[in-house]
């Protein structure tokens, strides 16, 4: 399974973007598919997921009621809507899916088997 996330840019703080990320086949509605960031200096950190088993949806506390995870199981795609955008928000942003990734281990780095090239999204103040 290939992944290919886009949809980053430069944007002004409060704006919104929404990023994409589109599978190279069908992972079928069971696969958990999320998005993590990377900003300057830091470590790679969870930032929201979907679960395939029961559809639910977890944040990471930073995001919570600002960013959306969704996903399209006939377009193979999962997107991120971010809203009032921070520039705390700036990083590089990577998708990642795996079939199976229990509950306790959604924010893992290391559960996620397939991941996307990161695109780049920097908030201006």
């Known amino acids: 399974v290939q992944l290919q996330a886009f949809g980053g840019g430069l944007v002004q703080a409060g704006d919104s973007l929404r990023l994409s990320c589109a599978a190279s086949e069908r992972t079928g509605s069971r696969y958990t598919m999320a998005w993590f960031r990377q900003g300057p200096g830091k470590e790679r950190e969870f930032v929201a997921a979907v679960r395939g088993s029961s559809g639910t949806t977890h944040f990471a506390d930073s995001v919570k009621g600002r960013f959306t995870i969704s996903r399209d199981n006939a377009k193979i795609t999962a997107y991120l809507q971010m809203n009032s955008l921070k520039p705390e928000d700036t990083a590089v942003y990577y998708c990642?899916?795996?079939?199976?990734?229990?509950?306790?281990?959604?924010?893992?780095?290391?559960?996620?088997?397939?991941w996307g090239k990161g695109t780049q999204v920097t908030v201006s103040s």
């Open positions: 990642a899916a795996s079939g199976t990734v229990v509950l306790s281990n959604l924010r893992n780095v290391a559960a996620y088997a397939y």
